[in-house]
């Protein structure tokens, strides 16, 4: 490997500064350097990869091919640098950090009981958490941006692995002002006929609910909204007239207390499996095992405190 003629922070962070911000003038005002600085190390990026990374297109800068690549790069790395910075003052403070990243819907309902179980039991590890959808999350994990997660879908990457975590179903569930309020079951077909507000069309639910509606030849016309939050649907259903395919693990403890009602549908059930990701070359066997012991035991007493509720 060549290590004479590598590229430093601050010109991939000026790099950076430029594309985003859309001008010379403006990204050296935000790295509190004059415009020549800021040209010099463009200069320096291109001379540090034998090409050029910007050009000129009227009054405007913009990348070029090879120039799209180097900022791809810049972000990442430059990530990576702003991760390490928090993994060593996190070390300095004397607490072990664990980067977790789960999806809109588990965050929603299960994280904070992981949160709370792991300030009790380990008050030495800081769990930074971020909430995502799917695929992004999974990039994350790839490129060691995250160390763990917790997902709807399970990913496939050389560097992550995943185990099943625990078992949930996707319910059809309406509130009590609507007519099929009490109904115990409908036929597959009588889902044409429904009025939904459904999760928005990237998120692990609605993906899950799309291909188990297309295996069964149906279509689910009538979608008045699209929400981007599992609690605010939640709390549509109970003032409106529409249904929705919620987690289990969301709506449980609504079914129990009587404020939302769970409609069968005859001959389907939609089952999925939740997971745990980690990326291998992030975390050492043993931190992987304590966690992912910790966490069951936490879905264990969740399970537990819904059954004798």
């Known amino acids: 490997m060549e290590y004479i003629n590598l590229p430093d922070y601050k010109s991939l962070a000026t790099l950076k500064a430029v ?13 509190y350097i004059g415009q020549p600085a800021v040209t010099k190390r463009l200069r320096s990026l291109d001379s540090c990869y034998g090409v050029p990374l910007m050009q000129q297109q009227g009054r405007k800068l913009e990348l070029t091919i090879a120039g799209e690549k180097v900022y791809a790069y810049a972000r990442l790395v430059l990530q990576h640098q702003e991760s390490l910075l928090d993994d060593l ?22 994280l904070p009981d992981i949160l709370m179980h792991f300030a009790d039991s380990q ?40 185990e099943p975590w625990m078992q949930d179903e996707l319910l059809l569930v309406c509130g009590p002002g609507h007519p099929l309020w ?14 939904y ?17 297309h295996d069964e030849s149906i279509k689910l016309d009538n979608i008045d909204m699209e929400v981007g939050s599992t609690d605010t649907i939640i ?18 403890s609504f079914l129990e207390r009587n404020s939302l009602h769970q409609i069968k549908i005859r001959h389907l059930q939609i089952n999925r499996t939740l ?12 931190a992987v095992d ?14 537990i405190h819904s059954t004798s509720s």
Not at 238 to 249: T, Y
Not at 290 to 303: P, V
């Open 275 to 286: 997971w745990i990701a980690y990326n291998i070359a992030n975390l050492s066997p043993q």
């Open 182 to 195: 009490g109904k115990e079951a409908i036929e597959l077909s009588e889902l044409e006929t429904l009025h």
């Open 197 to 213: 507000v459904l999760r928005e069309a990237q998120s692990s639910i609605r993906n899950t609910l799309d291909k188990t509606m």
């Open 123 to 162: 008050p030495d590890l800081r769990i930074d958490s971020r909430l995502g959808y799917s695929r992004r999350i999974h990039t994350r994990l790839a490129t060691g941006l995250a160390d763990i997660a917790l997902l709807e879908q399970s990913p496939r990457h050389p560097n992550i692995k995943v």
């Open 19 to 31: 594309v985003e911000l859309g001008s010379v003038n403006r990204a050296a005002d935000a790295l």
């Open 89 to 110: 003052a996190s070390l300095r403070t004397g607490h072990n950090r664990l980067r977790l990243e789960v999806t809109f819907a588990i965050g929603e309902h299960i």
């Open 235 to 252: 709390e549509i259903l109970q003032r409106g007239k529409q249904v929705s395919f919620l987690p289990q693990f969301a709506v449980s």
């Open 290 to 303: 304590s966690f992912i012991g910790m966490l069951k035991e936490i879905t264990t007493q969740r399970s």
